[in-house]
T-cell receptor, first 111, second 116 residues
Framework: GQNIDQPTEMTATEGAIVQINCTYQ??????LFWYQQHAGEAPTFLSY????GLEEKGRFSSFLSRSKGYSYLLLKELQMKDSASYLC????????????FGTGTRLLVSP | EPEVTQTPSHQVTQMGQEVILRCVPI?????FYWYRQILGQKVEFLVS????????KSEIFDDQFSVERPDGSNFTLKIRSTKLEDSAMYFC??????????????FGNGTRLTVT
């Protein structure tokens, strides 16, 4: 079966750091993706991890531990425009590269 | 930057009617997908398409759904007889081939389908 869990909502203050966690139990694993989705818009790609460790990309970093089935997305120097949903998605090693999405975490950044 | 385009942005239809949702994937991409997102819920996989045939489909993708790539650019999702529970945002996505496993899915802006 597939189970990808994320907190439903988080709040943070402009300029702060926030960590969004994701735990997964899937039938296969061939990479984990983080997407950002503003309300009513398409998901946009943020980061990708397939090996254990930290991937850094500007204000955003993503970490993966395959043995623990765990990832997090770290957002630094938060800006108001970072208010969005953040989707954790696992690519299983079966099938044609489809992604299985978690429920998403709605992040609200306040002044 | 090339993007996936979807039309229409919003479609309203009556229960039982057929709808066709249209997508133009990025031109050099070879893997195509449809996902849907019911309001307030997670993004759900419907179907993947590669080499002019369905490569995988979910339980949601039953006999009322079909996909087609009628020419070299368009990729369509047809819902034969819509139901109220088909109301959702439908996203088309595409992915290149041969660029490594870290190539992400590129999503279109979606078609909001409202079934009344």
């Amino acid at each position: 079966g597939q189970n990808i869990d994320q907190p439903t909502e988080m709040t943070a203050t402009e300029g702060a750091i926030v960590q969004i966690n994701c735990t997964y139990q899937t039938s296969g694993f061939n990479g984990l993706f983080w997407y950002q989705q503003h309300a009513g818009e398409a998901p946009t790609f943020l980061s990708y991890n397939v090996l254990d460790g930290l991937e850094e990309k500007g204000r955003f970093s993503s970490f993966l531990s395959r043995s623990k089935g765990y990832s997090y997305l770290l957002l630094k120097e938060l800006q108001m425009k970072d208010s969005a949903s953040y989707l954790c998605a696992v690519r299983e090693d079966t099938g044609f590269q489809k992604l299985v999405f978690g429920t998403g975490t709605r992040l609200l950044v306040s002044p | 930057e090339p993007e996936v385009t979807q039309t229409p942005s919003h479609q309203v239809t009556q229960m039982g009617q057929e709808v066709i949702l249209r997508c133009v994937p990025i031109s050099n991409h070879l893997y195509f997908y449809w996902y849907r997102q019911i309001l307030g819920q997670k993004v759900e996989f419907l179907v993947s398409f590669y080499n002019n045939e369905i490569s995988e489909k979910s339980e949601i993708f039953d006999d009322q759904f079909s996909v087609e790539r009628p020419d070299g650019s368009n990729f369509t999702l047809k819902i034969r007889s819509t139901k109220l529970e088909d109301s959702a945002m439908y996203f088309c996505a595409s992915k290149p081939s041969g660029t490594g496993d870290n190539s992400p899915l590129h999503f279109g802006n979606g078609t909001r389908l409202t079934v009344t």
